[in-house]
């Protein structure tokens, strides 16, 4: 059974900082692109970052860009997702997806049940 | 402000079909194949319902189908049930490994 398990998330004053994790089983990690997406509470999702099958491509979100790292273990078959100086607007529950193809597009078909950041004063 | 764009509501009664767009640019809709719907239900995580662009993955009723035409792309669900009352959003490949998602609309069979 495919799985992806986030951790990391928690309350966190505006400016600290946060590491989200996602350990995943189930599927050849090396063999697919993965993702963070993020939702606010009572509102859509929205695309944070993702990163290609062996990391040679990334990207972040506008909103992100800066301040958020992704990155992927292929020995620990996990993702992550650091997050320095956050602010209220990051306030959300993240979730680890993983993409259908080893690039981003072919649509994310395994979706973790999600990690809450609060970023409150 | 999303990056593309879904009308907020939609709604139809049971055995009813109904659509939803989804609009972006020559950009990301318009330029490439990669358009996802996704169903998300109540305090769920999302599930995939189409990628690129028409296809199902296994175990989505054939109910659900996609299509596209220019920068627009649509969700029609045919002989709606009861259990499809759920939040749609449809997601764009944007190049350079980016995704863009649409608002979200809210699908309520009456």
Redesign the interface.
Known sequence: EVQLVESGGGSVQPGRSLRLSCATAGFTFDDHAMHWVRQAPGKGLEWVSGIDWNSGSIAYAESVKGRFTISRDSAKTSLYLQMNSLRADDTALYYCVKDRGTIAGGGLDVWGQGTTVTVSS | Q?ALTQPPSASGSPGQSVTISCTGTSRDVGF?K?V?W?Q?HPGK????M???VN?R?SGVPDRFSGSKSGNTASLTVSGLQAEDEA?Y?C?S?GG?????????TKLTVL
Request: glycine share 10%.
């Open positions: 999303s490439y990669y996802s996704y998300q995580a999302p599930k995939l189409i990628y690129e296809k993955p939040e959003y997601s490949y350079s490994n980016n995704l863009l998602f649409g608002g979200g």
